[in-house]
């Protein structure tokens, strides 16, 4: 057990509900430790509902590679909650995270507040007594009552792609969706949106940005014989395939390298093609080389392992299933896992064509997981027959590679993604 369990432990009893977005609790908690977040460097703060961590993996890797100090925030975390701050270009430790948790405990004085926000609060006194040169912030969930949107004057602001996700909290409407995660813009500050396949999402991302006067830099990223090329009205870039994998990684690099325009940092040409080539995002899309789970396949098969879980996910999975079966033909086999809050049959639907069977189970340890035996009902009924539940990954996987050869793909939720790196290491 790390250091910082137990207070981990402690400050998710401080408020009844996980999630309750809110920013009055954080503004009392920030200020009773001195209002840390106003004394940051300039801040990079981003909104949308897929690609966030890709784009800040690839921030991240282009500003370190021009030798800056980067602090990043970033959720959830994968295997341990130290993932989620990064100290000017080193995970936090945990005596350091544990003291810092403590000392938010006590400004608390036990009055109700989400675990999201009093660790947010951490991550704000982390970076504003560790010198940096820009701080990467990610949100949590939405945007408008984010405990992250207390920054009132961020150097960029960025929207990823926005579809389908949290409906319960963000609306049931892309428009309604889109327009929380628009809740980040702030008057005179600049903004860079991804490109947004539904029109609804683009224009209401637009008319926010009019109404509270933040001017929106339009650029473009396309594929390329050598990678991709990048252009905006500041400049034109060929650069390398981005180092994370799939298709749709070009256009989360781009929104990257639109970003950095805005900062009062320089990142040259080929700083920025080192970082895009050698950025790193564990989960996404990530080819799983050594581990047990590695060493339990048979020849011939590859491993992958993939976090996504919302209708856009399945749709870029199955962007990059098609690209493999023109690669080498080997055919696609899933295990495949899921929160019992979101819709198994929008992300799978589009992953159906390209997949020969799906092996289902319950994402360990966590209550609100899909059972395997419903996983798999949804997976039949999204159109993969051969769909049936299995007791863990280790059995998913004997189950599925007892062909010839093939590709394995891990996938439908961060939280089983963090388990099997875990179980992995």
């Keep these: 057990m790390a250091l910082s369990d137990p207070v981990l432990q402690r400050l998710t009893a401080l408020h009844p509900k996980v999630i309750d977005l809110s920013l009055d609790r954080i503004h009392r908690l920030l200020a009773a430790l001195g209002d840390p977040h106003e004394g940051l460097p300039p801040v990079v703060h981003v909104a949308g509902t897929n690609g966030k961590g890709s784009t800040v993996a690839f921030l991240r890797a282009m500003l370190e590679a021009a030798g800056l100090r980067v602090h990043v925030y970033t959720s959830p975390h994968l295997v341990r909650f130290h993932e989620r701050i990064r100290l000017a270009g080193t995970l936090i430790t945990d005596d350091h995270l544990t003291a810092l948790l403590e000392e938010c405990e006590a400004a608390n004085r036990g009055a109700p507040i989400t675990f999201f926000e009093v660790t947010t609060a951490a991550g704000f006194l982390a970076f504003s007594r560790t010198p940096a040169d820009v701080v990467l912030l990610e949100t949590g969930l939405g945007g408008r009552l984010d405990a992250t949107?207390?920054?009132?004057?961020?150097?960029?602001?960025?929207?990823?792609?926005?579809?389908?996700?949290?409906?319960?909290?963000?609306?049931?409407?892309?428009?309604?969706?889109?327009?929380?995660?628009?809740?980040?813009?702030?008057?005179?500050?600049?903004?860079?949106?991804?490109?947004?396949p539904d029109a609804e999402v683009a224009r209401v991302l637009a008319e926010r940005a009019a109404a509270v006067g933040a001017p929106v830099s339009f650029w473009r990223a396309e594929p390329s014989p050598?990678?991709?090329?990048?252009?905006?009205?500041?400049?034109?870039?060929?650069?390398?395939?981005?180092?994370?994998?799939?298709?749709?990684?070009?256009?989360?690099?781009?929104?990257?390298?639109?970003?950095?325009?805005?900062?009062?940092?320089?990142?040259?040409?080929?700083?920025?093609?080192?970082?895009?080539?050698?950025?790193?995002?564990?989960?996404?899309?990530?080819?799983?080389?050594?581990?047990?789970?590695?060493?339990?396949?048979?020849?011939?098969?590859?491993?992958?392992?993939?976090?996504?879980?919302?209708?856009?996910?399945?749709?870029?999975?199955?962007?990059?299933?098609?690209?493999?079966?023109?690669?080498?033909?080997?055919?696609?086999?899933?295990?495949?896992?899921?929160?019992?809050?979101k819709e198994p049959a929008e992300f799978l639907r589009p992953l159906a064509p390209h997949v020969r069977r799906l092996r289902a189970v319950a994402i360990p340890g966590e209550d609100a997981s899909l059972p395997a035996e419903a996983a798999a009902a949804a997976a039949r009924a999204a159109g993969i027959a051969d769909a049936e539940p299995a007791v863990d990954t280790a059995a998913a996987l004997a189950s599925i590679t007892q062909a010839d050869r093939g590709r394995a793909l891990i996938c439908g939720s961060l939280y089983l993604a963090g388990t099997v790196l875990a179980e992995n290491d």
């Excluded at 609306?171 to 980040?184: C, P, Q, T, V």
């Design 226 to 341: 050598g990678g991709f090329c990048f252009e905006s009205a500041a400049r034109r870039l060929d650069l390398p395939p981005p180092g994370l994998a799939g298709a749709h990684q070009i256009l989360n690099a781009g929104l990257a390298l639109a970003c950095l325009e805005h900062l009062p940092v320089r990142v040259d040409d080929a700083a920025a093609a080192r970082g895009v080539a050698g950025a790193s995002w564990p989960a996404r899309l990530q080819r799983l080389t050594r581990g047990p789970l590695v060493d339990r396949l048979p020849p011939g098969w590859e491993l992958w392992l993939d976090g996504g879980h919302n209708d856009s996910a399945g749709e870029v999975l199955a962007v990059q299933a098609a690209v493999w079966a023109a690669q080498d033909g080997r055919p696609l086999d899933l295990v495949f896992g899921m929160l019992g809050s």
């Design 149 to 196: 949107n207390v920054i009132e004057r961020p150097a960029v602001t960025a929207i990823t792609r926005v579809s389908h996700d949290h409906r319960q909290f963000l609306g049931d409407s892309l428009a309604a969706i889109a327009g929380e995660k628009a809740g980040i813009l702030k008057p005179g500050v600049p903004a860079v949106f991804a490109p947004q």
